[in-house]
C-alpha cells in the first residue's frame, strides 16, 4: 500500500512539473512576442506621418507597455527568470 502511495506521489509530482514548465514556456512565449511587438511599434512611429495614427501608434504603445509589465511581475511571481532576449527582426 505504501509503495502505491510513493507511486501515485511522483506521478502527480511529474504532472505538476509539466505543468510549471509549459506555464512557463507560455509566459516566455507571450514576453517575447510582446517585445516583438513593441519593436515593430517603435518602427511604425517611427516611419507614420499623420497624426491621427500617430496618436494611435502612441496609444498602441501604451497597451504593450503595461501588458509587458504585467508579464513580467507575472514571472517574477512564479520565480521565472531568463537570459534577456531581443525580438527576431524579418530578414529582407
Known amino acids: 500500500m505504501e509503495t502505491v502511495l510513493k507511486l501515485i506521489q511522483r506521478v502527480d509530482s511529474r504532472e505538476t512539473d ?4 509549459q506555464e512557463k514556456r ?5 514576453l517575447r512576442e510582446v517585445a516583438r511587438l513593441m519593436a515593430c511599434n517603435d518602427l511604425w512611429f517611427q516611419l507614420e506621418c499623420d497624426e491621427n495614427l500617430i496618436e494611435a501608434c502612441i496609444y498602441q ?14 514571472a517574477r511571481r512564479k ?3 531568463c537570459e534577456p ?7 529582407g
Open 18 to 21: 509539466k505543468k510549471q514548465e
Open 26 to 30: 507560455q509566459l516566455l512565449e507571450e
Open 61 to 74: 504603445r501604451e497597451a504593450l507597455q503595461a501588458r509587458y509589465r504585467y508579464l513580467l511581475g507575472t
Open 79 to 81: 520565480g521565472i527568470s
Open 85 to 91: 532576449f531581443q525580438p527576431k527582426r524579418a530578414e
